[in-house]
Structures are given as C-alpha cells and as structure tokens.
T-cell receptor, first 114, second 109 residues
C-alpha cells in the first residue's frame, strides 16, 4: 500500500542533544511537509518542499532544519532541542500544491525532551 | 489575520447525529478540508469542499457556505470509534493550509 512512513514513532532526547526525525513516502508525491503539533493545538507548518525547492515558514526557529535528499525521503533535524520542542511531529505529502492538494499524513513521531 | 474557529469539545450519544461547526476568516479561499485525528495519531483526510453545498460520504457529510465563511461536518449513526478530534482547515489564496485547533468529540454509550 502506498503510504507515508515516519520513524521512530517515539523519540526521547536530552535537552540540547541533536535529534533527527525521518519520513519516507511511497506515494511519489512532489510535496513534503513537516508540522509540529502540541496537545489540543492546530498543526503548525514548519517547512515544505516542492520537489527540491525548500520553503521555510517565516516563524520557524533556526533550531529546526530539514533535508530532502530525494523524492522519497525527508528529514527534520532539531539542532538543540529545548523543553518547548516536545511535541508530535507530523510529516505529510501532497501530489502538488494548489487547489485540491490534499495532504496525507504519516503516523507522526512523538518527541520527548528530558 | 487569518482565523479558523471551531468548538473545543462536544459530547454526543452513540447512534445519534452530531454537527461540528467551523467558521473562517482567511486571505482568499481555495477550499476547505475536514480531517479526523484520533488521540496520539496523525490526521486522516475526511472531506474537501470548494463549492457551496453539501458533500455526502457515507455516514459523514460536509457543508460549505463561502458567503458566510462557514462549514459544518455532520456525523450520523455515531459509533464509539468516532471519538476523535475533528480539524477544519482552509486553503488560502497562497494555497497555504490554515488549520483550526480541532473539536474533540466524545461519544457516550
């Protein structure tokens, strides 16, 4: 089945210790997104890639970086996690941008910062 | 600014019908999405409306009025598994998705 896969499902890191979250997709979609979602809040878009074109949201902290080495994979790097970065991180894909660009989500990685 | 409003929490009874409302103020409009999100899981796509009117998909229906900046999600014959958060999201003129915080729906037997 075509899908969006995120690993790991749960990640524990220490304050200030870099961590990388990964996402892969078998949908062959052009666009990949990273969202941060805290409890009972709306998902917050961090970045998205249209193919290899990187688009950073204006209010995404510099502490967050992303890489998309090929169509299938995308990584989220948190350089120095703080306690406030504990959240669910959601990867999503869409075939294209523009109207009717339905986004399909992976299962998410829940990050805990100790 | 851009804003999506939905009730924080609703409670309904198994077998009943519930309507979850969403109002929006956005810079332009290119469609409205409803997603279901079970606790600790990712959102899953339910429906998309871009024209006024009602879209029906089995037990779930979604309605849109662009002139009123209003949508609702109607769930019929409620089942316990429908307990989840329901997120409304609007695509603005820049094709960015603006998300609501979600409505937590609690189903009681």
């Amino acid at each position: 089945d075509a899908m969006v896969i995120q690993n790991p499902r749960y990640q524990v890191t220490q304050f200030g210790k870099p961590v990388t979250l990964s996402c892969s997709q078998t949908l062959n979609h052009n666009v990949m997104y990273w969202y941060q979602q805290k409890s009972s809040q709306a998902p917050k878009l961090l970045f998205h890639y249209y193919d290899k074109d990187f688009n950073n949201e204006a209010d995404t902290p510099d502490n967050f970086q992303s890489r998309r080495p090929n169509t299938s994979f995308c990584f989220l790097d948190i350089r120095s996690p703080g306690l406030g970065d504990a959240a669910m991180y959601l990867c999503a894909t869409s075939r294209d941008t523009g109207a009717v660009a339905t986004q399909y989500f992976g299962p998410g990685t829940r990050l805990l910062v100790l | 600014g851009q804003n999506i409003d939905q009730p924080t929490e609703m409670t309904a009874t198994e077998g009943a019908i519930v309507q979850i409302n969403c109002t929006y103020q956005t810079s332009g409009f290119n469609g409205l999405f409803w997603y279901q999100q079970h606790a600790g899981e990712a959102p899953t796509f339910l429906s998309y409306n871009v024209l006024d009117g009602l879209e029906e998909k089995g037990r779930f229906s979604s309605f849109l009025s662009r002139s009123k900046g209003y949508s609702y999600l109607l769930l019929k014959e409620l089942q316990m598994k429908d307990s989840a958060s329901y997120l409304c999201a609007v695509m603005d003129s820049n094709y960015q998705l603006i998300w609501g915080a979600g409505t937590k729906l609690i189903i009681k037997p």
